[in-house]
Each structure stands twice: as structure tokens, then as C-alpha cells.
């Protein structure tokens, strides 16, 4: 029980070490940014544009929210296979998927390596709306389609994200940052995340 008290009170002691030395800046910023994200094993791939409102307390510690929507969708998912029930015909599956509204809220941790160059960490919680439509036919070993449906649906995965990043001072109040996260798994599978933005501290 002692060695479990010791650890948050070991971070507190830290923290509150860390915002005693640091400059207060109590600023907000605002930014823009264009995504890349993989989901492992299922092969979907995704591209998102969004924008960041943050508030920087501290040269160390900054509290962060970001939205962001798709600009593409995975259309990967494909396949031919015989029906079970007739060796004559077979289904063909196209299924595609799209992030609608992707947000999130993180604690950003800096530090500064140079004057310009501050390298950060993040840990937060993402929620992902993602549509799907699927299609579904029957086709005869003449390539003839027999049957055809279509649906549509969504899901919305959520959790635990976290993340490693750089950013550099471009001019007094413009930062250009980079960062790759590890989203909340989806179906079981790993979901990778790198951003390219710029944000702007008033």
C-alpha cells in the first residue's frame, strides 16, 4: 500500500517542481493540421484535416483539444469467395469506411531542447465517428450479377491515446509541430497516427 501512495505522490512532487521553475506564460493557441492514420491488420487508412484550441500555462504543461473530420476514404476491402451454399455462384464484398468527426483532449508535456526546438509528449482520450457503406452481390460464374445489396452504418471507438512530438519556433507567435500518437485499438488492432500542423499563440 506505501509503495503504491508513493507513486502519484512522487508525480505531484514533480509536477509542482516543474511549475515552480517554469516561466508562466498563460497564453492560448490556436492551429490547423492534416493527419495520417493506419489502422494495423485491417490495412484502413485514413487522412484527416482539423484545428487545435489549447492553453498553455506554463513553458512545461499546456491542456489541448483537438477536432478533426475526413478528407478520405478506405475503400480497400474487397473479396471474391465461393457461397457455401452453391459451388456456381460466388459474393463480392466492397466495403469503404470514412472518418466523419474524430476528437480529442490532451495534456501536452514540453520541453525545450534549444531556444526553438521543444520536444513533447501527450496522453489524452480520442473518440472517432467513422461511417461505413457496404456492398454486397451475387454473381453467376458468367460474371452476371444475380443479387445486390447495399448497406450503411457507423461505429464510434473510443479510449486512451498517447504520443511523442517536436515543435519549432518559426517567428514570435507561429510553431510548426509534428507529432505521432497511438489512437485507442480498433477491433483489436493498432491505430497509428501521425500530424503535421502549425499553431499560433496569441
Partial sequence: MTKKLLIPIALITIIQSFSSKADVVDDFYLGGFVSYQKVSDLNDEYKTIGGILGYQFNEY???????????????????????????????????SSEIALQSS????????????????????????????????????????????????????????????????????????????????????NNWHNATLGVKYSF
Fill in 105 to 188: 483532449v490532451n495534456l501536452k508535456v514540453s520541453y525545450p531542447i534549444t531556444n526553438s526546438l521543444n520536444v513533447y509528449g501527450l496522453v489524452g482520450f480520442t473518440n472517432t465517428k467513422i461511417n461505413t457503406e457496404s456492398t454486397w452481390q451475387v454473381i453467376d460464374q458468367a460474371g452476371n450479377i444475380l443479387a445486390s445489396y447495399n448497406g450503411s452504418g457507423n461505429t464510434s471507438p473510443d479510449g486512451a491515446n498517447y504520443g511523442l512530438g517536436l515543435d519549432y519556433e518559426i517567428s514570435k507567435n507561429y510553431r510548426l509541430f509534428i507529432d505521432y500518437q497511438m489512437l485507442p485499438n480498433f477491433r483489436s
Fill in 61 to 95: 504543461f499546456s491542456l489541448e483539444g483537438r477536432l478533426a473530420t475526413g478528407i478520405s476514404s478506405d475503400a480497400s476491402h474487397s473479396q471474391n469467395t465461393p457461397l457455401r451454399f452453391s459451388n456456381q455462384h460466388a459474393y463480392q464484398v466492397q466495403y
